[in-house]
T-cell receptor, first 112, second 117 residues
Framework: GQQLNQSPQSMFIQEGEDVSMNCTSSSIFNTWLWYKQDPGEGPVLLIALYKAGELTSNGRLTAQFGITRKDSFLNISASIPSDVGIYFCAGLTKGYGNKLVFGAGTILRVKS | DTGVSQNPRHKITKRGQNVTFRCDPISEHNRLYWYRQTLGQGPEFLTYFQNEAQLEKSRLLSDRFSAERPKGSFSTLEIQRTEQGDSAMYLC?????WGTGSNTEAFFGQGTRLTVV
């Protein structure tokens, strides 16, 4: 079945550093979404990508939809303590009934 | 509209009891999804509705699970004869499909944390 491979699984970074995480798949997706989830809460949408090659920013966050439509990355610039949490990529494609498929998440911990 | 709303936020139940969760989607959204999430994992798809029609169910959704969206607005997820393995966060999300196969972004509720003891 479809699967999203998200990396890294976890990371410690120094406050102020830039962060990069990515998501890859053997399947093609029409939409990529990036979510952040805090403990005990539902995922919160950060960025949505709809076209191959698209680069979209939301404040300190930048995400790109890979040209092959099989991958996406998320960058966080100048990280701050409130960036701590779990970041999930999710893909959407008609081939799977337009239901979101999630990666396993990247745990971000920031050293203040 | 304040977004997707789920109730209750937390539920503790004894094994063998039935539980029901409710999800109120964003009002103009015609798609509603249910996901289950266990600790350290990403959300896993359970089922989704287009308006009141249940279009797909995951193999994760055993016969003890049933979901409804009777008027195409709110949805309920019922688990009968709960088992300890049902303990998880149950997430609801909604989106709008334009009818051309294109969706808007999916927004999640805060989830219902189920603990079966």
């Amino acid at each position: 079945g479809q699967q999203l491979n998200q990396s890294p699984q976890s990371m410690f970074i120094q406050e102020g550093e830039d962060v990069s995480m990515n998501c890859t798949s053997s399947s093609i997706f029409n939409t990529w979404l990036w979510y952040k989830q805090d403990p005990g809460e539902g995922p919160v949408l950060l960025i949505a990508l709809y076209k191959a090659g698209e680069l979209t920013s939301n404040g300190r966050l930048t995400a790109q939809f890979g040209i092959t439509r099989k991958d996406s990355f998320l960058n966080i610039s100048a990280s701050i303590p409130s960036d701590v949490g779990i970041y999930f990529c999710a893909g959407l494609t008609k081939g799977y009934g337009n239901k979101l498929v999630f990666g396993a998440g990247t745990i971000l911990r920031v050293k203040s | 509209d304040t977004g997707v709303s789920q109730n209750p936020r937390h539920k503790i139940t004894k094994r063998g009891q039935n539980v029901t969760f409710r999800c109120d989607p964003i009002s103009e959204h015609n798609r509603l999804y249910w996901y289950r999430q266990t600790l350290g994992q990403g959300p896993e798809f359970l089922t989704y509705f287009q308006n009141e029609a249940q279009l797909e169910k995951s193999r994760l959704l055993s016969d003890r699970f049933s979901a409804e969206r009777p008027k195409g607005s709110f949805s309920t997820l019922e688990i009968q004869r709960t088992e300890q393995g049902d303990s998880a966060m149950y997430l609801c999300a909604s989106s709008f499909e334009w009818g051309t196969g294109s969706n808007t972004e999916a927004f999640f509720g805060q989830g219902t944390r189920l603990t079966v003891v």
